[in-house]
């Protein structure tokens, strides 16, 4: 069963600083997308990640892949407070589905 | 307007009670879904829809049912509503056409918080 595991869950930094949160899967997969959720309000998608090796950028956050490793990465660059929110890496299982296992989110909060 | 749409937004209601939650889209999507979210454990699948023919269950369908009613419409219900199953229910759409199979992403409405006393 595929498992997915994202570090840290609660992440405070300060404006102006970078940090990394990590999502880490059980089996193999190519496909991983990171959404963004504000709080009360839905999810958004970020990135789609398809191959060993991607790495896609949208302003201050990137984010990578690591199939071999089963690992994806988004890094904050710079952080400001609009980047607040929680974050969910989910790795998909199957195309035949297009089932999705998300991690339990990272909440991010910058502070000023 | 939102492309994906939820009614009701907040819920109460009490254990046993049957109830419905409805999803609408206006984005011309096959492909529906139904997670629930609860806290520090992200969002779990309960049924998707591939669709109006084609149902199926997640990874978390006991207690669960729905219905599509229309390519537009995917209803989840709770037969007889328990107060684990208090949680905040979010509906999404897919279409691979979109942007190809492999890129597929899914399109999330504004969630349904729901309590069960």
């Known amino acids: 069963e595929l498992k997915v595991e994202q570090n840290p869950l609660f992440l405070s930094m300060q404006e102006g600083k970078n940090y990394t949160i990590y999502c880490n899967y059980s089996t193999t997969s190519d496909r991983l997308y990171w959404y963004r959720q504000d709080p009360g309000k839905s999810l958004e998608s970020l990135f789609v990640?398809?191959?060993?090796?991607a790495v896609k950028q949208e302003g201050r956050l990137m984010a990578s892949l690591d199939t071999k490793a089963r690992l994806s990465t988004l890094h904050i660059t710079a952080a400001v407070h609009d980047l607040s929110a929680t974050y969910f890496c989910a790795v998909g299982i199957s195309y035949n589905n297009n089932d999705m296992r998300f991690g339990a989110g990272t909440r991010l909060t910058v502070k000023p | 307007d939102a492309d994906v749409t939820q009614t009701p937004r907040n819920r109460i209601t009490k254990t046993g009670k049957r109830i419905m939650l409805e999803c609408s889209q206006t984005k011309g999507h096959d492909r529906m879904y139904w997670y629930r979210q609860d806290p520090g454990l992200g969002l779990r699948l309960i049924y998707y829809?591939?669709?109006?023919?084609?149902?199926n269950k997640g990874e978390i369908s006991d207690g669960y049912s729905v219905s599509r009613q229309a390519q537009a419409k995917f209803s989840l219900s709770l037969e007889s509503a328990i107060p684990n199953q208090t949680a905040l229910y979010f509906c999404?759409?897919?279409?691979?056409?979109?942007?190809?199979?492999?890129?597929?992403?899914?399109?999330f409405g504004p969630g349904t918080r729901l309590l069960v006393l």
């Open positions: 829809s591939f669709d109006v023919k084609d149902i």
């Open positions: 990640l398809l191959s060993n090796g």
């Open positions: 999404a759409t897919s279409d691979p056409a979109v942007a190809g199979v492999k890129q597929e992403t899914q399109y």
